[in-house]
Nanobody
Framework: VQLQASGGGLVQAGGSLRLSCAAY?????MGWFRQAPGKEREFVSS????????IYSDSVKGRFTISSDNAKNTVYLQMNSLKPEDTAVYYC????????????????????WGLGTQVTVSS
């Protein structure tokens, strides 16, 4: 499965961005992770294939919203109230097999990864 992420950019603190990830191939659960310079990759959000289960990291809960359009095989991450600490490369990922809710935040669960899109939030 090939994943193509887009929508990153430079925004001021308090602003918004929407990331998109188009999947070329069959996917089930999809997720977003991010990695800031000098830090380990961390989970951001994920959604199951039906779109009725979504989970978020505590650091983005209430500010970010994940959604999917199965007809377009695309997942979105709406990011509002952005903070400088949200600055990172954001990666989308997909799982080829059903994933339990408890595993939807584990990077090892996901089989395919996109190249990432840079998000920079200035203070």
């Amino acid at each position: 499965v090939q994943l193509q992420a887009s929508g990153g950019g430079l925004v001021q603190a308090g602003g918004s961005l929407r990331l998109s990830c188009a999947a070329y191939g069959s996917t089930l659960s999809m997720g977003w992770f991010r990695q800031a310079p000098g830090k380990e990759r961390e989970f951001v959000s994920s959604i199951n294939w039906r779109g009725d289960v979504t989970i978020y990291s505590d650091s983005v809960k209430g500010r970010f919203t994940i959604s999917s359009d199965n007809a377009k095989n695309t997942v979105y991450l709406q990011m509002n109230s952005l903070k400088p600490e949200d600055t990172a490369v954001y990666y989308c990922a997909s799982a080829r097999v059903p994933v339990s809710r408890q595993d939807m935040s584990d990077a090892k669960t996901f089989d395919d990864w996109g190249l990432g899109t840079q998000v920079t939030v200035s203070s």
